[in-house]
């Protein structure tokens, strides 16, 4: 090791031996700071799951047409043109009546449904994509194929799957505004602990000045005291958080399965639990740079 | 090694505690700065160690203008000083060794070496048998001899010691006269502070004396 570092090593043992010395109360912090920031780590997993969920549906609008039963061959070839070369339609694809209704019987719950019936209700249809994404033109798309004398009905598919990104967005944002507020929490807790540990050292720190410590000497143990301090809380929130998951995870299930969905609840992967013990540490250290900064001065030697 | 130059300290509140000081320690001298109480001792002390800035004239100590010191400099002018405080000030939660180890580990020796200077710091002041004792359960004079071990151990220059008979019977104080005289046999530095010269005198001593705050000819 270089001799560089021996400063560093020796504040970051005197550091741990000062949190060793005290494991209830380093417990108690680190576990006030674990809670804290629980809440919002817990918010961002269920809204990441969320996300996932609907992160497999296509996030591109498309609009269903569905035609008349009256209309023949000839008909939904002219229909056919007519979208082709209207400038709003981007992608088009025809689902005729026969495919959607093996589409339909391809899924468990209607096949027996669809084997009762005694001919096909469904109706042909068109499924096409509008340019851009701009709402306005779904809408004067949606009136003039409303108009057409084929159409029967005209649906905007995608408009919930706009709704879904839209809420785990805002729950995003949230989640992380709550991070804010509650990494905030975690520097006061620093800080406050700092002070508390400058207040009991007073002495300490004043005979080490008075035989030339510098003031990076005595800085430092603080300093990597809030850094563990911080880290073992992030350890404990991801601790809560795979914990809680595991506990809901099965309730989730029971509810997804009553809307036919399988959903796997998951934790946290590897980046994103060391970026929330990182993120704990970073704050810590920043709650005892603080502190120091505010409660060490010069006015300690004597 | 350390001079003052029309050295003056004004407190905030318009208390002169030293006024227009002039004075030098050569390599090797023993100076005993005499006074009563009140009379500036203290403060000058604190003005070599930087514990306090002039308010006119300079202090230098090694070719160094204290009063312009930065910040980060002090520590290292501390360094090679030996201090001994009016109150000796030992970490109370620490062993004997431990006490005197502090210099050292502020200053990032190696811990093996450090260990071998506590000893021979801890034989020169007589406490070679207490080095896991704690200072509490120590005597005052031999409180004020790790003080002074913890002062030594970083073998300094110039040994700096205000009042470092306060407070003791009169044979401890003369045991730590005694200690200060071997220091200075040996070819140390020595400043120190005291009351009660008569201490000092049978040593030949070069003496000065404050009187509220200015030195008496």
Do not use: C
């Given at each position: 090791m270089s001799a560089a570092f021996v400063p560093h090593r020796m504040a970051f043992v005197r550091a741990l031996r000062r949190l060793l010395g005290k494991p209830l109360g380093t417990f108690l912090s680190a576990l006030v700071v674990g809670i804290a920031l629980t809440l919002p780590a817990l918010g961002y997993m269920l809204i990441d799951n969320l996300g996932s969920l609907a992160n497999g549906m296509t996030g591109k609008p498309e609009i269903s047409v569905f035609l008349n039963r009256n209309v023949d061959q000839a008909g939904i070839s002219a229909f056919e043109n007519r979208l082709r070369t209207d400038k709003r339609v981007s992608a088009l694809r025809f689902v005729s009546r026969d495919a959607a209704l093996k589409e339909l019987a391809a899924r468990g719950a209607f096949a027996d449904v669809t084997g009762a019936l005694p001919e096909n209700p469904l109706p042909d249809a068109f499924?096409?994509?509008?340019?851009?994404?701009?709402?306005?033109?779904?809408?004067?798309?949606?009136?003039?194929?409303?108009?057409?004398?084929?159409?029967?009905?005209?649906?905007?598919?995608?408009?919930?799957?706009e709704r879904l990104h839209a809420v785990v967005e805002l729950g995003q944002r949230t989640a992380l505004m709550l991070a804010g507020l509650l990494g905030t929490v975690l520097?006061?807790?620093?800080?406050?602990?700092?002070?508390?540990?400058?207040?009991?050292?007073?002495?300490?720190?004043?005979?080490?000045?008075?035989?030339?410590?510098?003031?990076?000497?005595?800085?430092?143990?603080?300093?990597?005291?809030?850094?563990?301090?911080?880290?073992?809380?992030?350890?404990?929130?991801?601790?809560?958080?795979?914990?809680?998951?595991?506990?809901?995870?099965?309730?989730?299930?029971?509810?997804?399965?009553?809307y036919n969905i399988v959903v796997d609840l998951h934790g946290p992967n590897v980046w994103q639990s060391v970026s929330l013990i990182l993120f704990a540490s970073i704050l810590g250290w920043v709650g005892a740079a603080l502190s120091v900064r505010r409660h060490l001065h010069d006015g300690m030697v004597d | 090694?350390?001079?003052?130059?029309?050295?003056?300290?004004?407190?905030?509140?318009?208390?002169?505690?030293?006024?227009?000081?002039?004075?030098?320690?050569?390599?090797?001298?023993?100076?005993?700065?005499?006074?009563?109480?009140?009379?500036?001792?203290?403060?000058?002390?604190?003005?070599?160690?930087?514990?306090?800035?002039?308010t006119a004239g300079k202090v230098w100590v090694s070719g160094q203008d204290v009063g312009a010191l930065r910040q980060n400099q002090i520590p290292y002018l501390r360094r090679s000083l030996g201090l001994v405080m009016q109150e000796h000030r030992l970490l109370n939660d620490r062993t004997v060794f431990d006490n005197v180890m502090l210099p050292l580990l502020v200053t990032g020796y190696p811990p093996r070496d450090a260990a071998r200077r506590v000893r021979v710091a801890l034989e020169k002041v007589g406490l070679s048998e207490y080095e896991n004792s704690m200072p509490l359960t120590l005597s005052g004079g031999e409180q004020q001899r790790v003080a002074i071990a913890r002062a030594i151990v970083n073998?300094?220059?110039?040994?700096?010691?205000?009042?470092?008979?306060?407070?003791?019977?009169?044979?401890?104080?003369?045991?730590?006269?005694?200690?200060?005289?071997?220091?200075?046999?040996?070819?140390?530095?020595?400043?120190?502070?005291?009351?009660?010269?008569?201490?000092?005198?049978?040593?030949?001593?070069?003496?000065?004396?404050?009187?509220?705050?200015?030195?008496?000819?």
């Open positions: 499924v096409l994509e509008p340019v851009g994404s701009d709402p306005a033109v779904f809408e004067s798309l949606r009136v003039s194929l409303t108009a057409m004398p084929e159409v029967m009905h005209v649906q905007l598919d995608s408009v919930w799957v520097i006061i807790v620093t800080f406050n602990t700092i002070r508390l540990q400058i207040l009991t050292q007073r002495h300490e720190i004043s005979v080490s000045l008075l035989m030339g410590a510098t003031r990076g000497f005595v800085r430092r143990p603080f300093l990597y005291f809030g850094f563990l301090q911080g880290m073992l809380g992030g350890i404990l929130a991801w601790g809560l958080v795979e914990i809680l998951i595991l506990v809901i995870a099965p309730h989730v299930q029971t509810l997804a399965r009553t | 090694m350390i001079r003052f130059e029309n050295v003056s300290k004004l407190y905030p509140g318009g208390h002169e505690a030293l006024s227009d000081i002039s004075f030098e320690i050569r390599h090797g001298e023993l100076l005993v700065l005499a006074g009563h109480s009140g009379a500036g001792k203290s403060t000058l002390i604190k003005l070599i160690a930087a514990l306090e800035k002039p073998k300094p220059s110039v040994l700096i010691a205000d009042e470092p008979t306060a407070h003791l019977d009169p044979a401890y104080a003369r045991e730590i006269a005694a200690l200060f005289r071997s220091f200075h046999a040996a070819g140390v530095t020595i400043l120190l502070s005291t009351h009660d010269e008569t201490l000092f005198s049978p040593y030949g001593a070069r003496r000065i004396e404050l009187a509220k705050g200015r030195l008496q000819a």
